[in-house]
């Protein structure tokens, strides 16, 4: 039986080289703004952007390309199938954490508290499972081959998927998938690590995060400690008015932070009076 399945052909995958660039472009600024807290709105996508990201693409996925080949392939290729998939599995899903970990701005508090418990139910169910489950099944990768043979017996809805549309397109479809993660990845590391911001020359204490055709955005923000603060600030574009400036990397504003700190304050205030209501109760006449 003849599969009719999707051809991909190399006229389609140029054809719809404009509009990834355009997404991934824009993904790339979504994780920067997410990074900064800037509404998805103000996202401005210039056709310098669209064909920086298309040269992007092209470079990335011919570095990826001879990475594959050269280090990741003979190293994963040492490993039996079964074990390997195991491993590739857990090394997208790590990667996926780490990548919104650093867009998040998370601290290793929150990372250990939203992450860890994920993490480890992936290990147990990829590489202690089939210890369980195949004990009297000798190697521990002929275990965990017994464990995917029961996996793979029933499809999955992505095993439907592929077998609808075919192998190679659902294999293209993933790739770009883990290509628009990884740019968005990147927009946050981009915000993370820049030093180097646009600043008024009127008021030397607001830093300007983005800028569109005739506007910019920015933010308020202490220079002692390279914290910004809300709320962001909408201003015309003035050439005259603004300068390059190196700050160093900038702490985005968390509201959770500031109502712990308040919380604390307040307690601090709450246990202050209540010291003062008690001592001059004691110095009160009998």
């Given amino acids: 039986m003849k599969n009719n399945y999707p051809k991909v052909t190399e006229g389609l995958l140029i054809a719809s080289l404009p509009i990834v660039a355009y997404f991934l472009a824009y993904v790339f600024e979504r994780g920067y703004c997410s990074y900064f807290n800037i509404p998805p709105i103000f996202i401005h996508i210039s056709i ?3 064909a920086s990201e298309a040269i992007t ?6 570095v990826l390309f001879f990475l594959f080949d050269s280090f990741v392939y ?21 990667f996926i954490m780490v990548g919104y970990a650093i867009v998040a701005n998370l601290s290793i508090e929150h990372i250990l508290m939203f992450f860890l418990p994920f993490i480890c139910a992936i290990l147990f169910f990829e590489f202690i499972l089939p210890l369980i489950t195949q004990k009297n099944i000798p190697g521990y990768v002929n275990k965990i081959k017994a464990q995917k043979k029961i996996n793979f017996e029933d499809d999955t809805f992505m095993d439907k998927i592929a077998l609808k ?14 290509t628009s993660e990884a740019f968005y990845f990147a927009g946050g590391i981009k915000a993370k690590y820049k030093t180097v911001f646009l600043t008024s020359t009127k008021t030397p204490d607001v830093v300007y995060l983005e800028k569109g055709d005739n506007f910019l955005i920015g933010c308020k923000f202490d220079r002692n ?17 603004v300068s390059f400036e190196k700050l160093g990397r900038l702490k985005p504003f968390r509201t959770r932070k500031v109502h712990k700190s308040l919380n604390r304050d307040n307690k601090k205030e709450v246990s202050s009076n209540e010291n003062v209501t008690s001592n001059s109760g004691d110095t009160t006449p009998k």
């Fill in 57 to 62: 693409v092209i470079g990335t996925y011919a």
């Fill in 74 to 94: 003979p190293f994963f290729s040492k490993f039996d199938r079964a074990l390997r998939w195991s491993l590739i599995n857990t090394a997208v899903i790590l």
């Fill in 225 to 241: 400690t390279n914290t910004l603060t809300n709320p962001l600030v909408i201003e015309p574009l003035n050439k005259n008015s």
């Fill in 165 to 178: 549309i075919g192998p190679s397109l659902f294999l293209m479809i993933y790739i770009f998938i883990l």
């Fill in 48 to 50: 310098f952007n669209v």
